[in-house]
Every structure is written in structure tokens, then in C-alpha cells.
């Protein structure tokens, strides 16, 4: 707005201000008026500039958006608004409730419905101009804090998830303050929905244990679902991870304590299924709560969405059964699954699994192990480690067969007793699953070692003491590498860098094999198609790619000494048989390895595409 | 704004309490028709020697309108630090302050800061008064010429233009077939440049 009192300095600033955003609207609206069906995108536009656009600027463009989609006929709501642009929640309340002259007639400022109490006639008829009689309820945004929802006046945003808002809101009857989660009508779409919904949040509402966050009602207002908890102060416990990181029985405390909330919940038939720490709230005094009981799997359930639906929630913390969509064999043991996941954050300070993407995130929690605590901090009691891995067992029957009997091992530990340890045979059977490739080579070359030994003892007619010799030296060349490689791997957190070495190392020892073997035209060639697609379990086109060209190279170079050898022998004119299709040869391996990253490129496309519906969801 | 004591327009047009605004506004209708009639009899005279016709009778359009509304009864409220009549004028006389604070510190030698108390009363003789001064009023001709040049976009003088000759947001929306917030972006712009280049750039 003009103010010519302004310091000159932030009045040039406003100038060029104001010229960017002139520039960026007039573009997008020539676009708008001359692109017929190619319909310009505010973001597109946005990202044309250079740096992160100002409030102002979005504010503008977006304002633009909706006169121009209104114009059009279109009945533009926040709700969409706020899919697309989540951090300005703000900017798009006061978008969409605009009764400034420029954005617009103020009887058409309505997507953003008035959240005034129904009992008023005058209020819900500019509701009623918003979806068309009988269509489903159209997807409502969440109202802006400030306003009046039924009878809370909502005082504050306080988190913002997949399924809903929660307010700091203010009960006028009762005349206390509240938490209320509105659970958005994206999320449920039919009255069928909602009304279980309702059901299961009363049932929720009869769960009274001091350790649970008490839910005061549930009810439904301007067709949005919502209940009202008890508003706890204190914050959630993923805000005060770090103060558990270096008192290992302060957590086993704090999991003992929630393990017994778990088991009492449990016991009356519900499973919380989404246990992670930004759902355990934390009172003043510092006593847990569990907050969103049963609620997530009803959201996940009534979403329609079998696959996608299970991935909901963040992979980091999931049980396997759940991760891999299996409802039926959800059961107390997964909620000890997500309590051991809380437990494995306090102790090392990350979530179990943790990788990059939410496909890898997922992969690990169904097919890897979680590093063991102690090795990420070697000064954790032995004991809390072992429990905690118990609790993220991969098979249910593995773990504690109820919240209560992992609250009694821990328990017994802080109280000095001892507890129900791990066996050899476990620990075994987790170092495999959390090495696969170590272990795969070791036994695969252990094998070859072996059979090795026994063509030379007993069915080699003509025992070749010097290429045995080779041969084994060689395998054990490839198995110390197979060791050290891991070690480096984690050094190097994890790079391709490491990881393309590692493929190199893999094909030289087995060029080398082939090579003391002579072993040019025997079936060992299958080496190479092997390795290329075994390089592919890294999911890393990169590294597909160089085992690939190594696995060519490796071949050439046999071939070539093959070919000097045969040249050098008399007569010249019997060629080898190992010598010939080389060529075909050689192509099938660039064919095995184009497969191979054709793969891993399909299923990152598919990652992504789950992945970017997720992020809308949870928006 | 410093100078405001030292003229009636910008008197006027600075921060006016509520009562005083109600006191003024009909002194600030004579005396910003006079202003226009005046200035408009001028602009006529720069565009006899102005090349392009057309676009110089655009330019004068909004002077005649104003013309006709102001026989209506219609003119730029006081207190509307948006309309751009009335930013025209302020521009103008905070050129004019300048310009007369020039010429005193040359005539006492130069590069002298001038302080309050030091001010001539010749701002005042171009300023001040019942009655706007025909220097004044030339000035106002010369300085909205230079204002919509210094638009360079034939869009954003169309609206400027349309805004003066008395048009709301929604009709020149109409006019140039644009949305109504473009209409208001603009008007926002023009408002922001004017302010920037009739104060950076005193001639």
C-alpha cells in the first residue's frame, strides 16, 4: 500500500518488489488467457524465479490464480490450496476469506466455508452454494485459527498431519481449552466413512488410563469430523528425544511405562498401530501420553487405498506385517514392534530404519535388520540392546507375545534382575539378515572353496597342486575383501563410491578364478550375468552399470589372453572353442545389465509415484 | 514528510486528523479544480508541439474527465492516499519544494544544507494560497506527462490513464478484458514507481 513516509531504502527494495511480481502475474496471466487447454501453473511460475519467491509474490500469483479460475467458472477451495502450497496455511485463509474489493465480490469469497455454529439459518446458506445436492461431500478445508468451529473457538494451529488438523481451541460452553483434531474430508468421503469414524472414536473415548490422552468428544461440524482431547502442554516426545540419549534407563522407564499403557489398550481390543514418538505426548510433569489410538488404522482402512494405505505413517517406525499390507496379521505384537521402535530412537537417537527413500525405508523394515544399538553406542547396557531388538523382530512370534511381558523384561532389568537374553543362534540369524551381501558371498564362496577341495582330492584324475593352491588363494583374497568392504562401506556412510569398488573387487577376483582356471569355455562365465544382476539389490543404476563394464573388461581380457596364447601355439588354424561367440557373448552382458537398470528404473518410478501420493495425502 | 508546513497542498494532503479532513476537503475541491483547469490549459499548449497526437489526447483525456466530474461534484477524497490526483500533486509540490530549496542554497553560495527556518517563502508563493499559481499548475501539467513516460509500459499508462479519468478497478478490468487483481497490481505498481522516480529523479 502507498506509504510515502517509508524509509527510502525499503522503498526501492518495494519498487523491484512489486516489478518482479508485476512481471511474474502478467506472464501468468497472458498464459492463462492464450494457452486454451495448457493451463499455466502458479508453482511452474514461481520456480521461474530466481530464489525463493516472497510471500508477497505467491500471495499475488495465487490470488490471480483463483480470480482467473473463478472467472472461468470454477469454484476454487482452499482445501486444494492447501494440498499445494502446505506452508502458507495462513496466506490461503486470508486468500480465500478476502472481502478486499480487488480479490474479488465478497459473496463469492465462500470456498472458505463459514465455520459459524449450524443453529443460525443465515450462516449455513453460503454453505449450501458449495457442492452441488447429493455429491459427496466436497473436500473441506480446515478452518483458520481465530474462527468459531460449533462451540470452540479455535486458538491456535498446533500440528498439521496426513489425516488432520489440531487446534488450541477454546471450549465456550465448558469454558476450558482444548485440543481439537479435525480430520479432513479428503480423508473420508462418505457418510458411511465418517460414521465409522465416529463409532470408533467413541470407543476410543472409553479407553481411561492415566497414560493415554483422554478424548472429551466426538462429533461432526459443517461435515467435518472432529474430536476434542485433552490438551497436553508439554509437547511430544520426538521433541525431547536427546533428553533420554544419554540415560539408557530413563528410556527403559519411559517404555516400560508405555508398554503397560499399550497392554491395557490392547486388552480392550485396540492396537494403535502408528506408535513413533511424535504421537507420545508429554505431559508437564513429564508422564507420557499416548495420543491417536486406533485412529490411524481407521483412517488408513477407510482411505480405500490396500496397498499405499499400509505405507501410510512413516515407514521408519512400521512393523513388517504392516509395511507389507498384511491387516490380518496385525496384533498386540505389532504395537510391541512400534514400542521397540520408540525404544531403539531413545537409545541411539534415529528411527530403526532410515534410508533416503520411503521405498529403501520400507525394503529395510521387511527384509533388513536395524544396526545394533551398541554399535552405534558402544556404552549401552548389553541388556536394553537385546530387548530392544527382541521388540523389532521380524516375525511377530519372535517378540514379546504382549506389550506387558516386554514391560516385565524391562522391568526386571532396572530392578537389577536378569533378564531373558538372546542366543547365539539369534544374534547369527540377525548378523545375516543385516549383511546379505556378506553373507551371500561368504557361503557362496565358501562353497566353491569347498567343492574346490573335493575335485582336487578325490575326482581330479590329475590333481594340478599349483592351480589349487591359486585357486584357493584367491578365494580367500575375494572373502577377506567381502569382509573388509562392509567395514569401509560404513565408514563411508554408505557411498556408491564404495559400493562400485566393491563391484570392481568382486569381478577382478573372479576374472582372476577364471583366468588360473583356465576355465575360458566352463560354465563359471556365468559369473558375470550373475554378478551384474546381483549388482542391481543396490537399487543404483550407477553401479549396474560399472559392474557391467568391469564384467566386459574381465571378459576381454581373458579373451585377449586366451587369444595370445592360441597364437602362439601350433597349428594356428584349430581355434579354440572358448574363442568363439565372444562377441555375442559380450553383448548379452551390456543386454543382462540394460535389464537390470531398466528394472531398478520401473520400480523407482513406482517408489516415487507412492511416494508423491503420499505426500499429497498427508498433506 | 517535512515540508508539510510549508504549503497548503501538501498541508492538505499530509496526515490530516479526522475533523480537519472533513474542514479541508471542500478547500481542497476548489482549489484542486482550479488546479486541473489550470493544468489542463497548459497540457494543451506542451501537446500543440507534441508529435504523436493520439496518445497525447489519451493523456489529456484524464484531465478533461476530471473536468467534467468535478462539475459533478466528483473529486479525489482527502484522505485517499491512493488516487493518483492526488499523488500527482504531492509529487508535483515536493518537486516544486525542491527545486525552490535549489535555487535559494545557489543563491547563497551553494552546497549549503538549508535548515528549516532558512526556507524562502517562495515554495510558499508557488504553493500556498486560496488559489493554485499558474507555475504550479504548469508544473503539474509538465510533471504527469513525465510521470506517464516514466511508465514504459503502454498496460500500466492505459490503467493509470483510465484510473485518472475517473474509471473503478472493475470497469478498466473490463476495458482491457485483464483480471481485476491485475488492475489492482498495477495501480499498485504505477503508485510504487511514481513515488520512486518522482522523488530519485528531481529535474
Known amino acids: 500500500m502507498l506509504n510515502h513516509e517509508r524509509v527510502s531504502g525499503s522503498a526501492a527494495d518495494d519498487l523491484a518488489e512489486a516489478r518482479l511480481i508485476h512481471r511474474v502475474c502478467e506472464r501468468f496471466e497472458a498464459a492463462w488467457r492464450t494457452g486454451g487447454e495448457v493451463r499455466p501453473r502458479a508453482e511452474d511460475h514461481l520456480a521461474e524465479v530466481q530464489g525463493p519467491p516472497s510471500p508477497k509474490l505467491v500471495e499475488e500469483l495465487l490470488a490471480l490464480e483463483i480470480e482467473l479460475r473463478r472467472e472461468g467458472g470454477e469454484r476454487p477451495v482452499a482445501f486444494e490450496y492447501l494440498q499445494r502450497f502446505p506452508e502458507r496455511p495462513e496466506m490461503i485463509a486470508g486468500l480465500f476469506d478476502d472481502a478486499s474489493p480487488t480479490a474479488g465480490d465478497p459473496d463469492e469469497t465462500v470456498a472458505w466455508p463459514s465455520f459459524q455454529s449450524q443453529s443460525t439459518v443465515i450462516d449455513s446458506a453460503p454453505r449450501l452454494a458449495l457442492g452441488p445436492d447429493g455429491a459427496p461431500a466436497p473436500a473441506r478445508p480446515a478452518p483458520a485459527p481465530g474462527r468459531l468451529f460449533g462451540k470452540y473457538e479455535l486458538i491456535s494451529e498446533i500440528a498439521r498431519g496426513g489425516m488432520g488438523v489440531v487446534y488450541r481451541a477454546r471450549d465456550t460452553v465448558l469454558n476450558r481449552v482444548v485440543a481439537i483434531k479435525m480430520i479432513l474430508s479428503g480423508t473420508m468421503a462418505t457418510a458411511d466413512e465418517r460414521g465409522r469414524f465416529q463409532r470408533e472414536a467413541q470407543l476410543v473415548a472409553n479407553l481411561d488410563h492415566p497414560n493415554v490422552v483422554p478424548i472429551h468428544e466426538v462429533g461432526e461440524q459443517d461435515g467435518l469430523p472432529y474430536f476434542t482431547m485433552r490438551l497436553i502442554e508439554g509437547g511430544s516426545l520426538a521433541d525431547r528425544l536427546h533428553a533420554y540419549h544419554d540415560d539408557p534407563r530413563a528410556a527403559g522407564r519411559l517404555v516400560a511405562i508405555l508398554a503397560r499403557a499399550i497392554q491395557f489398550a490392547n486388552e480392550k481390543g485396540f492396537i494403535h498401530c502408528d506408535l513413533k514418538p511424535s504421537n507420545i505426548l508429554m505431559d508437564r510433569d513429564g508422564s507420557p501420553r499416548i495420543t491417536d489410538f486406533g485412529l490411524a488404522r481407521h483412517a488408513s482402512e477407510s482411505s480405500g487405498m490396500t496397498v499405499s494405505g499400509a505405507i501410510l505413517g512413516t515407514p521408519s517406525y512400521m512393523a513388517p506385517e504392516q509395511a507389507s499390507g498384511q491387516r490380518r496379521e496385525i496384533s498386540p505384537a505389532t504395537d510391541v514392534y512400534g514400542l521397540g521402535a520408540i525404544f531403539y530412537e531413545l537409545l541411539t537417537g534415529r528411527p530403526p530404519f532410515h534410508l533416503p527413500t520411503k521405498m529403501e525405508t520400507v525394503l529395510q523394515a521387511l527384509y533388513g535388520e536395524p544396526i545394533p544399538p551398541r554399535e552405534l553406542r558402544p556404552d549401552l547396557p548389553r541388556e536394553l540392546e537385546s530387548i530392544c531388538l527382541k521388540c523389532l523382530e521380524k516375525s511377530p512370534k519372535d517378540r514379546y507375545p504382549s506389550a506387558a511381558a516386554l514391560a516385565d523384561d524391562l522391568t526386571r532389568y532396572l530392578q537389577g534382575d536378569a533378564v531373558g537374553s538372546t542366543g547365539l543362534f539369534q544374534k547369527l540369524r540377525r548378523w545375516t539378515r543385516r549383511e546379505p551381501e556378506v553373507v551371500s558371498r561368504l557361503a557362496g564362496l565358501g562353497l566353491v572353496s569347498a567343492l574346490t577341495e573335493v575335485n582336487y582330492r578325490i575326482l581330479s584324475p590329475s590333481p594340478d597342486a599349483r592351480a589349487h593352491a591359486s585357486i584357493q588363494m584367491i578365494l580367500a583374497l575375494w572373502a577377506a575383501l567381502t569382509l573388509l568392504f562392509p567395514v569401509l562401506h560404513r565408514r563411508a556412510s554408505r557411498s556408491d563410491r564404495v559400493r562400485g569398488l566393491w563391484s570392481a573387487a568382486d569381478m577382478l577376483c573372479l576374472t582372476l578364478s577364471i583366468w588360473v582356471l583356465e576355465a575360458m569355455d566352463s560354465p563359471l562365465l556365468i559369473g558375470y550375468p550373475l554378478m551384474i544382476a546381483a549388482s542391481g539389490l543396490w537399487f543404483r543404476e550407477g553401479i549396474v552399470w560399472l559392474t557391467t563394464a568391469m564384467a566386459i573388461v574381465g571378459y576381454l581380457a581373458l579373451y585377449y589372453h586366451e587369444a595370445i596364447v592360441w597364437i602362439g601355439r601350433r597349428p594356428v588354424f584349430i581355434k579354440p572353442s572358448s574363442l568363439s561367440y565372444a562377441n555375442i557373448y559380450v553383448a548379452c552382458l551390456f543386454l543382462t545389465g540394460f535389464v537390470v537398470v531398466e528394472l531398478i528404473r520401473r520400480i523407482k518410478m513406482l517408489s516415487r509415484y507412492y511416494e508423491v501420493r503420499q505426500h499429497v495425502r498427508s498433506k | ?203
Open chain 2, 1 to 203: 514528510m517535512a515540508d508539510e508546513d510549508q504549503g497548503s497542498v501538501t498541508l492538505w494532503l499530509g496526515d490530516l486528523k479526522v475533523g480537519d479532513l472533513a474542514a479541508a476537503q471542500p478547500l481542497w475541491e476548489r482549489y484542486f479544480e482550479k488546479l486541473v483547469v489550470l493544468a489542463r490549459g497548459k497540457l494543451r499548449r506542451l501537446n500543440k508541439t507534441g508529435a504523436e497526437e493520439d496518445e497525447e489526447d489519451a493523456a489529456l483525456s484524464a484531465f478533461n474527465s476530471f473536468c467534467e466530474g468535478a462539475a459533478r461534484g466528483k473529486f479525489p477524497k482527502l484522505d485517499d492516499r491512493e488516487d493518483l490526483w492526488r499523488l500527482l500533486v504531492v509529487i508535483t509540490a515536493r518537486k516544486a519544494m525542491a527545486q525552490a530549496d535549489r535555487q535559494r542554497r545557489l543563491k547563497r553560495g551553494g552546497g549549503k544544507v538549508a535548515s528549516e527556518v532558512d526556507r524562502s517563502p517562495l515554495g510558499l508563493d508557488v504553493l500556498a494560497g486560496p488559489d493554485p499559481s499558474p507555475e504550479f499548475a504548469a508544473m503539474v501539467a509538465e510533471e504527469y506527462q513525465r510521470l506517464l513516460d516514466v511508465l514504459d509500459d503502454d498496460d500500466l499508462r492505459k490503467v493509470a490513464v483510465s484510473r485518472m479519468e475517473g474509471y473503478t478497478s472493475d470497469e478498466i478490468a473490463e476495458q482491457l478484458g485483464c483480471a481485476r487483481r491485475t488492475v489492482a497490481r498495477r495501480l499498485d505498481l504505477i503508485r510504487k514507481i511514481w513515488l520512486d522516480g518522482g522523488e530519485a529523479k528531481p529535474c
